[in-house]
């Protein structure tokens, strides 16, 4: 910390990425990125004749992918706005909405870059604890004055709720913005996206960093009602209106050209989830139902953090959140079926070996 | 806007960035872009191997292109943060050193996103006039009690301080930080990265976007003394800390790998810019001793909008900024020599034109 920082942040504690380890090749079930590769068709857009154009600004407003994600969606560009990954979006959402006087509620357990925002922008923030099985009680979110966020399915725990539940949240808070945060929605939950011509209150926030393997190109987008969206477009245009590159918007436009591949994906994670699910469970693990690209598994007889280590050990990179509620636990990518089967491979070696 | 945003932003007004009309081609003078494409090396980086592994994240530490840029300017890893774009690593400095208490200050005429970052952070900003001959007097940020921002060169006049004028307003100013915004400095003017090793508040900001062919690209960064960026760094953590994509990491090293390209492509604006200052001088134009990669002008007999828009009737992008101190003249970024000479093509016929 230099002495010239403003006081106002010497608490705050920023958010800590998945480990990106150097040293040696791991099996990186750790940050929830795709197995899949992008499509052929977004490959093939990211040609020498466009990096040839990179000393041209991409278009401020993107409007042909804000366009392309409008009719996707059955809404309007001025439904759409584009950030440089999803946290940029939600970091828009929290500086908008929230202040000194209007704060955000969250669930105590899920995206752990709530709580950064919320100590950046220096706002009052409600966390929410979950039941005891983990789940998100949507009756804790309707007497409410706060902003509320909730991600769907939650992280790390999976688990979703379905679209009756969000809008009775949406319903019972008409002001004050629900910000629902899909960014593993494409794996078996319902989006709230259809919600969207009905509440103005109501803003989701989506990625391409998993269903469509982009996560090393940075795009997330915004969608809500069109004052929400201007106001996301006023913080947008005051801190970076360049926030998306050339490529990336290109490659955008060309993963939506190619849903079938992407949707394809999915349906094969879900199958391979499953079929991890049921390995761990005939192992003992306690699993979550969880919806999203990851698992999170208890294993029997190891804590959460002990379970991390032997599988690092082993060449396999799993997240574990050190914190009560969680430390049990680790989340697990689903990755390919050979990658999930080496993580059952480690796992019956750390549950065979001799005591610690 | 909503009725859900935050008061505070109000009168939140955001940065207007330079057209990019979509409706015909125009000889496009006006965002100060390079005429030349990124170096054959950027180019074949971003070849298929790479857009094939965009499904997982980049490094969000940067390690590789932070590497390469301490060792290029002769610093530290520690003494670099990548922006995405240099306008990110301006906002995070706003939002590090900056609050209710502790104000900012920078030239009345500058780069048009310095009040923009005051008002969305709720700054006092004390905005000081330039000399008439629209050069900064440096005396004006030695009594001082704000963090000082100075482009250098300044935009929109091209005019540059020395590193004796830089070197007296850090040592003016040892308890505030002083960010010098060098987005210009590699078509004449001096920079002030020799001076990082001495003065732990100067912190100096530079992009890819422009001598280095990159505004698509989306790549800036900060250099300062460690315990400076890691304050940016905390900043950066804390509200997208993949901010820069795994494509624009690996162009920003292939960029650095290809200087001696860059540097000729900077030789040759410097010349196209004498050759398009001296023809407009002989039309009769007053202009501004500009060291960037762009013209400051003003046209004998027109007022700049009026210039600007005959121009743009002839396709000829430029750009005006429309405040008193401005009025009469207009940007020209310095674009190739056959763009040039289009421009003076356009101007020779406006100037001939019958009276309005």
Not at 243 to 259: P, S
């Amino acid at each position: 910390m230099s002495r010239f920082l403003s006081k106002r942040l010497f608490a705050l504690s920023p958010y800590v990425a998945g480990e990106q380890p150097q040293d040696m090749q791991y099996v990186k079930l750790n940050t929830n990125e795709s197995p899949f590769p992008p499509s052929p068709g977004v490959i093939r857009r990211l040609s020498e004749a466009e990096a040839g154009k990179l000393n041209l600004y991409p278009d401020p407003e993107g409007r042909a992918l804000r366009q392309k994600l409008a009719e996707y969606y059955g809404l309007k560009s001025e439904n759409v706005v584009l950030g440089n990954g999803s946290d940029e979006i939600l970091s828009f959402a929290f500086s908008a909405f929230c202040d000194g006087e209007n704060p955000v509620t969250y669930p105590a357990t899920s995206y752990g870059f709530y709580p950064v925002f919320a100590a950046l922008y220096g706002l009052r923030a409600r966390e929410v604890p979950l039941r005891e099985d983990f789940s998100i009680d949507p009756e804790d979110y309707k007497q409410n004055d706060a902003m509320v966020v909730l991600a769907n399915p939650n992280a790390p725990t999976g688990l979703a709720l379905d679209l009756d539940e969000i809008e009775g949240i949406l319903q019972a808070n008409p002001d004050r913005v629900v910000v629902v945060d899909e960014a593993y929605v494409d794996f078996g939950a319902q989006s709230a996206v259809a919600l969207i011509p009905r509440y103005e209150n109501l803003l989701v926030v989506q990625t391409f960093s998993k269903a469509r393997s982009m996560a090393g190109a940075r795009l997330g987008y915004g969608l809500g009602s069109e004052a929400l969206i201007c106001d996301l477009q006023t913080i947008r245009n005051s801190t970076n209106p360049y926030n998306v590159n050339r490529l990336t918007l290109l490659a955008g436009e060309a993963a939506l050209d190619d849903a079938a591949y992407y949707e394809e994906n999915c349906r094969t994670i879900q199958k391979t989830r499953a079929f991890a699910a049921e390995e761990l469970k005939k192992r003992g693990f306690v699993l979550t139902n969880s919806l999203a690209n990851f698992l999170f598994a208890k294993c029997p007889g190891l804590p959460g953090k002990r379970y991390y280590q032997l599988l690092k050990e082993r060449g396999v990179l799993v997240r574990h959140f050190d914190k009560p509620v969680t430390t049990d636990y680790v989340r697990i990518t689903v990755g390919s079926l050979a990658q999930m089967q080496r993580l059952l491979e480690a796992t019956d070696e750390i549950l065979a070996r001799p005591e610690d």
